[in-house]
């Protein structure tokens, strides 16, 4: 049974969640609470020395970071495959999955905590370059996409990794240029997609 070291609110345990929901693979979740600062007890920090979920344990497979995990994922249960065939393609979903997980993901989590602040605490400032920073990041998405579904071609891990993120943009009042038609079409089409519904409640 695949085990899943999870903190439900963070973004790279809810991309792992995704690709697990399109694999249909059943999981088991073990709660690190991080308000508690379970993932720095030293049984945790076992699985993964850097002190960070998600961790997946397949029996004797033990795997730390969201992005490795999907890649084990994607070559152990090939169905469907969420990487392409040629290195090219593949090296497009890589280049895709670090835009967000170097950039938008980060962006989007420093947003929520800013905006968890009470009114008088929040840094308006702050907050209005956050969002200004993520609209311009979602920019660059609008070229790729206009010749193919997803990012990177078909959905891939890396439609995972910006789903997370993309869920909380109503929350955090991030606006999408309706000029960016097929960014704004994508987004419609994750929010449809079963296996981002899955951690809809989650986000
Ligand atoms: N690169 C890692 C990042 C994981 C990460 O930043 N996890 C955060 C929660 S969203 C965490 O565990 N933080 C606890 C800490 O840094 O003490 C991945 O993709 O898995």
């Not at 929040?122 to 790729?144: C, G, N, S, W, Y």
Request: charge should be negative; aromatic fraction near 6%; glycine fraction near 4%.
């Amino acid at each position: 049974m695949i085990v899943l070291y999870d903190f439900p609110e963070c973004p790279y345990a809810q991309k792992v969640r995704i690709v697990l929901a399109e694999k249909e693979l059943e999981f088991e979740t073990k709660l690190v609470d991080l308000r508690r600062n379970e993932q720095r007890s030293a049984e945790f920090l076992k699985l993964n020395p850097l002190g960070k979920v998600p961790v997946l344990v397949d029996e004797e497979a033990v795997v730390y970071d969201s992005t490795i995990i999907n890649e084990y994922l994607d070559e152990e249960y090939p169905n469907p495959p969420l990487m392409p065939e040629d290195s090219y393609g593949r090296a497009k979903v890589r280049m895709m999955e670090d835009l967000a997980d170097m950039l938008f993901t980060p962006r989007v989590e420093l947003l929520q905590t800013e905006l968890r602040r009470g009114e008088g605490e929040r840094d308006a400032e702050k907050v209005r370059r956050l969002q200004t920073e993520i609209a311009q990041l979602l920019r660059r998405l609008e070229l790729p996409l206009q010749s193919t579904r997803f990012v990177a071609g078909e959905f891939s891990l890396a439609d995972a990794a910006f789903a997370p993120g993309v869920l909380l943009l109503p929350k955090l009042g991030v606006e999408v240029d309706s000029a960016l038609v097929h960014v704004q079409r994508w987004i419609k089409e994750l929010h449809e997609r079963p296996s981002i519904q899955s951690i809809q409640q989650l986000a």
